[in-house]
């Protein structure tokens, strides 16, 4: 007797271990059989961690929306918490329970509206769409090397650009910031639409200053970050999940930054199926097969407004990976932790400080280059001025996993837009990497180290002068480069340059200027390097060997015909192959040149950033 009640006693102990990180399969409520008049109940938080149960009354089912062969249910909420905040922001994914069955999730609602009425998606419209089997990308996903856009990059007359201009975006754009409750459009003014519930993106640690600047960007790739709603999302290891983890009706947060920096959504949990988790039951931002951290919240409490009603939320311990989000919801996977990109800003400030900034963004292709540009700007303005004179020195790297960094070392000095100039000089070729249409591209870390001077460092290049205008093969003359800078004072640059032992008898061309002007003197666009790149290593390498516009380059040129073909500058070329290349039957894969390089020099930089262009002629002689 003692051996059965033991035996008992270790069989229920062992099945109660094994009960831990799962779940029991709820059972589903048929849409075939909801009908008006229906009574059952909700789940959501509205303080703490406490789930508390509503109560919900079925009116109707509209078929067909939000897209065809999708329903969504309409119900009318109830309940002392209800009567004080209505349908808030927060509340996506409360889940719906009729006779103990799990119908679906709150996710729709009316603007204005004056009852609690929400919109329900159905359970089986979220479990039919959100498979993790699909968030593996197709060939024909990717975007062809010929897709993708070439844009200057570097240029001091680019930065005033919107990157998002810039991007070959795929995604649609979502605003949040219209209504009450999701956007407002034509086609929902005065409350007619029934819309998403807004679901917010909560910044922390980002300058309101910086969410206005890069709204446009942001917007682009359907963000909307609002200041203040959340605590920020400190970065933590991956917590072993629990029964108790994520329950239905929990709040589960959402980060694309994570750190001294964050942006998160937070939202409520459906239904969780063993590590599966379902919740919001609508889009967060549309994204389908994306990884971004899934952790768990608890909510400070739910701010009433007659404008929207929202919840303020703190994220705690990361749980998982969210996997794919879609048009009825998304589904997160406990247990597994996502790939994050890792920054690390140091910044040295106009008053001798130091600041240090660490934090994680999402790895995509498209958000990763925006935000980029908002937390690199962030980290500037949050301990520098914005407006008014600035220098800045912007040293660093960006790591790929399995090729050579790329190497960041630009100067910027301008009046207010120096910080937007450091920002997106990182945010580009983070953009060219991920959108470059390789296989396998993965940004292990951004590492970055930031010098501020709240003065103007500028020049313009005056005369150049060599100090003899005959010379031999292999002999070396002097270039010295006279500029201006913009307090009157004269700078002069000594350069000494060896003349090549193959070149040519006859006048040949020195030739000084910044990097953009050097760059519009070869006639040639800033990015042709990129456009015929055959790999990744090679897409690196041209990075790193842009010319940068903060310091002046010395090029010996000398006047011929050539062509410029797969990157690869042809001179002397004889007529007959220019005219082959130059036929009707021939349009692309080469470009002529008037003049071939001999040699080129990058002067290193000096206190100063110069810019301008001059020229001077030697003659080589025997």
């Not at 990157?163 to 459009?185: M, Q």
């Not at 940004?443 to 060599?466: F, Q």
């Amino acid at each position: 007797m003692k051996r059965a009640i033991v035996a008992s006693v270790l069989f229920l102990l062992a099945d109660a271990i094994l009960s831990v990180g799962q779940t029991s399969e709820p059972s589903f409520f048929p849409l075939d059989q909801v009908r008006p008049g229906l009574r059952g109940i909700g789940k959501t938080v509205f303080e703490g961690r406490k789930i508390e149960e509503f109560e919900v009354e079925i009116l109707g089912v509209l078929p067909g929306k939000p897209g065809p062969k999708q329903s969504i249910i309409i119900a009318r909420l109830s309940g002392p918490q209800i009567e004080r905040t209505g349908v808030f922001a927060g509340m996506s994914g409360s889940p719906i329970y009729l006779e103990g069955k799990l119908l679906g999730a709150i996710a729709y609602a009316f603007p204005f509206s004056r009852e609690p009425i929400a919109g329900i998606t159905p359970i089986q419209d979220m479990l039919g769409v959100l498979r993790e089997k699909s968030a593996v990308v197709s060939p024909a996903d990717t975007p062809s090397r010929s897709e993708i856009r070439r844009v200057s990059v570097l240029r001091s007359d680019s930065f005033g650009t919107s990157l998002a201009s810039l991007l070959d975006l795929k995604t649609e754009a979502i605003s949040l910031d219209g209504g009450p409750i999701g956007l407002l459009s034509p086609t929902s003014v005065g409350g007619y639409s029934l819309l998403p519930i807004a679901t917010p993106l909560a910044a922390s640690g980002i300058p309101l200053e910086a969410l206005e600047k890069f709204l446009p960007d942001l917007r682009q790739v359907g963000l909307l970050p609002v200041s203040g709603l959340t605590a920020g999302a400190r970065i933590t290891p991956l917590t072993p999940a629990t029964e108790r983890t994520l329950e239905p009706g929990s709040a589960v947060s959402i980060q694309l930054v994570r750190g001294d920096f964050t942006l998160e959504a937070i939202g409520t949990v459906t239904c969780r199926l063993g590590d599966k988790v379902y919740a919001f039951g609508h889009r967060l931002f549309n994204l389908g097969a994306i990884e971004m951290p899934m952790s768990s919240a608890s909510t400070i409490t739910i701010v009433p407004s007659t404008m929207n009603s929202f919840k303020l939320g703190v994220t705690e311990d990361l749980v998982g990976v969210l996997k794919q989000d879609r048009s009825v919801g998304v589904l997160g996977t406990l247990g597994v932790a996502p790939q994050m990109i890792p920054v690390t800003i140091t910044q040295r400030t106009s008053r001798g400080t130091t600041e240090t900034y660490r934090f994680e963004m999402v790895h995509n292709n498209v958000l990763t280059p925006v935000l980029t540009n908002l937390t690199v700007f962030s980290a500037i303005t949050n301990s520098e001025r914005s407006f008014g004179d600035a220098t800045l020195r912007l040293r660093g790297r960006i790591q790929v996993t399995g090729e050579e960094d790329v190497i960041l070392d630009h100067r910027f000095s301008a009046l207010n837009e120096a910080p937007v100039q450091a920002s997106l000089a990182v945010a580009l070729p983070v953009s060219y990497l991920l959108g470059s249409g390789f296989e396998n591209v993965t940004i292990k870390g951004i590492e970055l180290e930031i010098e501020a001077m709240e003065t103007r460092r500028v020049g313009v290049v005056d005369r150049v002068w060599v100090n003899r205008t005959d010379v031999r093969r292999g002999e070396s003359v002097e270039v010295q480069v006279y500029a201006r800078t913009g307090d009157g004072r004269e700078i002069v640059e000594r350069v000494p340059v060896e003349i090549p032992e193959d070149a040519p008898l006859g006048k040949l061309s020195v030739v000084v200027g910044d990097g953009s002007s050097i760059q519009a003197y070869d006639g040639r666009a800033p990015l042709l390097a990129l456009g015929s790149v055959q790999n990744l290593g090679q897409l690196i390498r041209a990075l790193n060997r842009l010319r940068k516009s903060d310091r002046l380059y010395l090029k010996i040129v000398r006047a011929t015909t050539g062509a410029v073909v797969n990157n690869e500058e042809l001179p002397l070329l004889p007529p007959s192959v220019l005219a082959t290349m130059g036929s009707d039957r021939t349009a692309g894969g080469y470009q002529p040149v008037q003049y071939a390089t001999l040699k080129e020099i990058e002067i290193p930089a000096g206190d100063y950033i110069l810019a301008g262009q001059r020229q001077v002629t030697i003659t080589v002689v025997r």
